[in-house]
């Protein structure tokens, strides 16, 4: 293929890390017996520049995620001329920011409290599609996280009379589940914590009579191998895909 000389060298670098990351899915597929058109790739573009945003865009990228409700918003308006382009949140979101996140997201992976949910609800436009939702979940047990306790028989219960009470939502669709599993230096110690959110996902759906929970947004750049041949949907890549973040991460 002949250079481009439109395209930019940070442009280049994401597509060569595109390219590395599609042959590990399909890789992860491959021993999975999974077809790899069932994995999402979403691209966590939290602290990464306006700059290289523009070039993750022209490499091909559409489906962006933020953490902060905040920053996320200002890059939304700022970069609003590039069409076709998704926003999602996967950040925890304080309950005075859900009317900031509630239209101009196409989902929200961190949901983790009904009041949340709640506020969501009544701040999405009814004009705009039902916002979807994954509820995240904390299956660890690792105080320190987010997301709905789910580590044993009697939190699932609770779990279960919660997304109950998400019926009287018009305009939230649940559709899987969210986990941000400990961070580890082998991505292997994560498995588990896969699984048990695969576990969760069908037992409530078995509670609940649908097939609600069919979405798995799991893996990030050190895990995501994993977390597909776990059953990931959704895998979330910051670092991977962008280079190093701009500043530290709280
Ligand atoms: C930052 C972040 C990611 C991406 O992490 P990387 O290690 O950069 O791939 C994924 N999910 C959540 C919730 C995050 O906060």
Redesign the pocket.
């Known amino acids: 293929m002949t250079e481009n000389p439109s395209i930019s060298q940070k442009t280049r670098q994401i597509i060569e890390r595109l390219q590395t990351i599609q042959l590990r899915v399909e890789e992860a597929c491959a021993r999975s017996r999974r077809d790899p058109a069932t994995v999402k790739l979403l691209a966590?573009s939290?602290k990464q520049s306006l700059d290289t945003i523009r070039a993750g865009y022209a490499a091909g990228l559409r489906n962006f995620a933020e953490?902060y409700a905040e920053e996320a918003t200002e890059k939304i308006a700022v970069l609003s001329d590039l069409t076709g382009i998704s926003w999602e949140m996967?950040?925890h979101i304080q309950s005075r920011k859900a009317k900031l996140v509630a239209q101009g997201f196409t989902r929200i992976?961190?949901v983790d409290s009904l009041k949340l949910a709640r506020l969501l609800d009544s701040a999405r436009s009814a004009g705009l599609k039902p916002l979807e939702v994954l509820l995240e979940v904390n299956v660890s047990g690792e105080l320190s996280k987010g997301g709905f306790m789910a580590t044993n028989q009697k939190e699932e219960q609770a779990l279960v009379a919660i997304v109950e009470q998400f019926a009287e939502f018009e305009k939230l669709k649940v559709t899987g589940l969210m986990v941000?599993p400990p961070l580890q230096a082998d991505p292997e110690k994560n498995r588990v914590y896969f699984q048990k959110v695969r576990g969760l996902a069908s037992r409530l759906n078995q509670s609940l009579g649908q097939n609600k929970f069919r979405e798995f947004s799991m893996g990030?750049?050190?895990d995501y191998q994993v977390a597909i041949e776990e059953g990931a949907t959704i895998i979330?890549?910051?670092?991977?895909v962008f280079g190093p973040?701009h500043y530290e991460?709280k």
């Open positions: 966590v939290k953490n996967v950040g992976h961190s941000m990030t750049s050190s979330r890549l910051g670092e991977s973040r991460v």
